[in-house]
């Protein structure tokens, strides 16, 4: 099993035709996603070439994707200003899983998606998110599939590369995943901490959890209150930005000390009180996971 | 972004809220010509992004315009949390009555826009919120339908009992909403709020920041960034469309991607050294760009090793090494260069560096190690 995305997940792609749409829809068919349109307006009736001679059928609206395919999950490549509007668009589609990538969408219209998604019951990941991937069965972002293996570990991070850094170090140790989800850098992201500790507690092939945080917001303390309150399986973390100055924005939007609030030794210290082992390296991840499962 | 108090008050005025007036001097004579031009009492006030500005000295009453002269020579080019105050903004004095606080931004943990109003104005909220929580009245407001007519009533209504003064405040809670959201806020903030003697309500301070990711569509807004108050350095990082902000320490760090850049920052803390900077070279591996990181690492005088940090996802390794190699073509780079690249096109990237004399490493703690070592002079 895995979390979120599958073997039955039949996505669409939100922006297929763009420079980062089309790369990284060529990339997720390589892996083994099952891409089963595209959309770009004006270019409905298009067919898209995916690798190993795969064809993908584009249409010009999300609704029309879906009914025509039975999709059931989307990703977003389209540029900021437009990002906010394709996430209600695949909202009011019919999918229930939609994955926005793109960076720099104006927080306020992230305000009115999220209200809007939550009400049709709609799972957002992100945005200003790398996606996620269940190693072996799907992938849906910009994830490199190559570092990644099966395996019995969660990870959930709110960076992109960290995320990398920490799988690398994972797979290298001979510790796998069954999914691996970058939740975002924005201040407000549909998926949260909780959200994914949840669906790894659930999750029967998931036996230990790792966390990877940041400085701003306080997502990472009610999720270090959620593990100690709900979880039964390890989790151990890391907190990037202990060395990050406060009321300056450190790259995404959302990691920002502000005031006395959102820093790391508050979260490392979060995390300690709530029995999650905390990294000093990202290196030192491996251990403490080992340890945890042993 | 922050703009300073006299350009979110041309916001607030733009949105109907009621601003006494002000103007800026940029030298003492012009001080002195606006107040006299306003008679009577002036405030002036330091316009720098920082708070703190009545503390540090850069507010002051003046009775008259010489005065409002002599305390703009002391307030101009005075330091203020290592910032230098190259503008005072010069205003009436006001009679004030009362001070409350009204201010909006948005609550990550809500998912939009939050109010925050106590009739303990004129002190800093985050302290009042802290220690005395029952003073503030908070209210979320759904984006989908704005700030409520009710809503707006029951926020004011919290702040005085004279109907005539809420009924004055439900109208600046309003407009303050409609300021927000047509600025892409991300704060705005009255404090304080003022009532005078004469029944009048207000707005004789304020303070915004605008989210970044808004500014693309709102030129008007843009305009108002100030960079006189920033480091070249980053002024010169945000045009070449680089996450840059520059430290006090002697590592210089080129990483890409937000998370890793911090945790880099964090290790070379961690083996005994302090960074340069933060820096985000971002997703895509334009050579151009590694040359303008570069660059910029190198024109901060601290900066005694450079270290590259590159996990190629959607970056490919050999882009940022061909740029490596072209940065030290085009630029004299004195302090040495520790390398570590891993991921997309690693294979390619290690030979193009191998050519051109750099070794690299794949495991970030030894670059890491390595940096901080020759920082030291090992």
């Known amino acids: ?294 | 972004m922050d703009i300073h108090e006299y350009q979110a008050k041309e916001r607030f005025r733009a949105a109907g809220i009621p601003v006494p007036p002000g103007e800026i001097a940029t030298t003492p004579e012009q001080a002195e010509s606006i107040a006299a031009q306003y008679g009577g009492m002036v405030v002036v006030k330091a316009q720098v992004h920082s708070g703190g500005r009545g503390k540090a000295g850069g507010v002051k009453l003046a009775k008259d315009a010489s005065e409002a002269k002599e305390h703009a020579a002391a307030i101009l080019g005075m330091d203020i949390k290592g910032l230098t105050v190259e503008k005072v903004l010069v205003t009436p004095a006001e009679d004030i009555d009362t001070e409350a606080y009204v201010g909006i931004l948005v609550d990550r943990k809500k998912q939009a826009a939050t109010f925050m109003v106590s009739a303990e104005g004129g002190v800093d909220i985050e302290a009042v919120a802290a220690e005395t929580p029952e003073l503030i009245r908070k209210l979320t407001v759904d984006p989908r339908y704005g700030i409520l007519p009710h809503q707006a009533f029951w926020l004011a209504n919290f702040l005085y009992e004279d109907p005539a003064l809420i009924k004055q405040a439900s109208k600046i809670i309003g407009q303050l909403y409609t300021s927000f959201i047509e600025s892409g806020s991300s704060m705005a903030e009255i404090n304080p709020l003022i009532t005078t003697p004469a029944g009048e309500v207000k707005a004789i301070d304020a303070k915004m920041s605008i989210d970044e990711s808004e500014l693309f569509r709102r030129p008007e807004v843009e305009a108002m960034r100030d960079t006189s108050s920033e480091p070249a350095s980053e002024t010169k990082a945000r045009e070449a469309g680089l996450s840059y902000v520059k430290l006090d320490g002697d590592v210089g760090c080129c990483v890409n991607g937000a998370g890793l850049a911090m945790a880099t920052m964090d290790l070379v803390k961690y083996y005994g050294g302090e960074p340069a900077n933060f820096l985000d070279i971002g997703g895509s591996s334009n050579p151009d760009k590694v040359v303008a990181a570069l660059e910029i690492i190198t024109s901060d005088p601290n900066v005694k090793s450079i270290l590259f940090n590159i996990f190629g996802g959607i970056t490919r390794c050999d882009d940022v090494a061909n740029g490596i190699v072209e940065a030290t073509r085009r630029i004299d780079i004195k302090p040495p260069i520790v390398i570590r690249l891993t991921g997309t096109n690693e294979e390619k990237a290690l030979e193009i560096l191998h050519e051109a004399g750099f070794s690299a490493y794949t495991s970030m703690d030894e670059v890491v190690e390595k940096a901080v070592q020759l920082a030291q002079g090992n």
């Open chain 1, 1 to 294: 099993m895995a979390i979120f995305i599958d073997n039955d997940t039949k996505l669409v792609v939100q922006g297929i035709t763009g420079r980062d749409g089309s790369f990284h829809t060529r990339e997720m068919m390589a892996y083994g996603t099952n891409v089963v349109a595209g959309v770009t307006p004006g270019k409905g009736g298009q067919t898209f070439e995916g690798p190993n001679g795969k064809a993908v059928p584009i249409f010009n609206a999300m609704d029309e994707a879906v009914a025509a395919t039975g999709a059931n999950a989307s990703v977003i490549y389209v540029p900021p200003a437009f990002a906010a509007g394709a996430i209600l668009e695949a909202a009011d589609s019919g999918v229930s899983f939609v994955v926005a990538i793109t960076e720099g969408v104006p927080v306020l219209d992230m305000a009115r998606a999220h209200a809007f998604a939550k009400d049709k019951g709609v799972r957002v990941l992100g945005p200003n998110c790398p996606g996620l991937i269940s190693p072996g069965k799907s992938k849906v972002g910009i994830l490199p599939g190559k570092i990644v293996t099966e395996g019995p570990i969660g990870l959930v991070s709110r960076s992109g590369t960290l995320t990398y850094e920490a799988v690398f170090q994972l797979t290298g140790a001979g510790l796998g995943q069954t999914t691996c989800v970058g939740i975002g850098g924005d201040p407000l992201i549909g998926t949260n901490f909780i959200d994914c500790l949840a669906a790894f507690e659930a999750d029967p092939d998931t036996t230990g959890v790792v966390m990877i945080g940041e400085i701003g917001g306080t997502d990472e303390q009610e999720a270090a209150e959620y593990v100690s309150a709900h979880m039964t399986k390890p989790v151990v973390g890391f907190i990037a930005g202990r060395t990050a100055p406060p009321g300056r924005q450190m790259g995404h939007a959302g990691a920002i000390i502000s005031g006395a609030s959102g820093t790391a030794e508050d979260k490392i210290k979060a995390f300690e009180e709530n029995g999650i082992s905390v990294a000093q390296r990202p290196a030192d991840l491996v251990g403490l996971i080992q340890d945890a499962l042993a």
